[in-house]
């Protein structure tokens, strides 16, 4: 099930409680975190999914060890091949993990997305539905939004590659119009930056506190620090008239220390090689606390004590001044 457009965290969870109860249902369920800002699961910036056994009242889903993947920024529109390259890197690891596990196959997944218009956004969402096999589209409110997906899932639109060889049926796609509440607000940019806040306090120090979390100081002599597409946007006033960039929005870059990283979120990669980045999970995420570019030293936030499990550090646009 893949959620589009508002109320969807909400109706994610409602669903999973629901599921969870169900006498037929075969526990964990599957959730899928596709929107960057939220960081429900694991980090904002990042596209996560986890097993999910249990849901609190006031915390949400109860969850352990997500599989994430670092897009390292809240705003879609930042570095749309990157964010779909995660996508696509997510749905591989999803379809692994249903074919070593057929009750989980059994049980699906739901997937929660960005708030999306027909204008900003959609193409994401279509990608989705394609690299997540996904068979049930839910669609709270936003009518244009329903009936062009609802066009393309009846020609066939999103029918993978896998389905379209050996003259398989492609799958049959069902897409919901769900009303939307009328007592439902647009939530400010406030709302989102103080949430944005709370994530990643949450991430080192846990819901109620109750994580005490260590302060390292790393080698960079042992440490490649890196970022994806960091020279892709370049401003359209630099180039000469009609022209575009063809700089690659995949290109992994290395960094310099420099005092800029202060307050940074660090994801720390699984990748074996440099090229590897973009596509490869994480093991976690490190707070930048202090910078030493004279000694090459970088005092991190870390949930664990001693040296970190990867030397890939990848850099985003997501800070955080701890307070």
Known sequence: ILLAWALKSALSNILLAWALKSGSFQSPALLIELDPASGQLCMPGAMSASLIEHIDVIDGPVYDRPLSFFYGHTAMDENGALLRRAL???????????????????????????????????????????????????????????????????????????????????????????????????????????????????????????????????????????????????????????????LDPLDVERVSLARTLMHSVLAVSQASSLSAVAASPVFGFVHVSKVDTERNLLTVLAPSPGQLPGRFLVLGSIKWLET
């Open 88 to 246: 696509d890197s997510l749905g591989e690891s999803v379809d692994a993990l249903f074919a070593s596990q057929p009750a989980l196959a059994y049980n699906g997944f739901i997937a929660d997305t960005p708030a999306v218009t027909l204008e900003k956004g959609y193409d994401f969402v279509k990608h989705a539905v394609r690299a997540l096999g996904v068979d049930v589209i839910l669609v709270i409110g936003a009518e244009r939004l329903h009936a062009d997906l609802q066009r393309l899932c009846a020609a066939g639109a999103f029918a993978r590659a896998d389905e379209s060889e050996g003259g398989k049926q492609p799958r049959a796609i069902s897409c919901v119009h769900l009303p939307k509440s009328g007592g439902v607000v647009p939530l400010s940019a406030e709302h989102f930056r103080r949430n944005e806040t709370q994530r990643i306090r949450r991430y080192f120090y846990g819901p109620s506190s109750e994580l005490n979390p260590f302060t390292t100081v790393l080698d960079m002599e042992q440490y490649t620090l890196c970022r994806v597409g960091a020279s892709f946007k370049i401003p359209d006033s630099v180039l000469p008239i009609g022209a575009v960039s063809t």
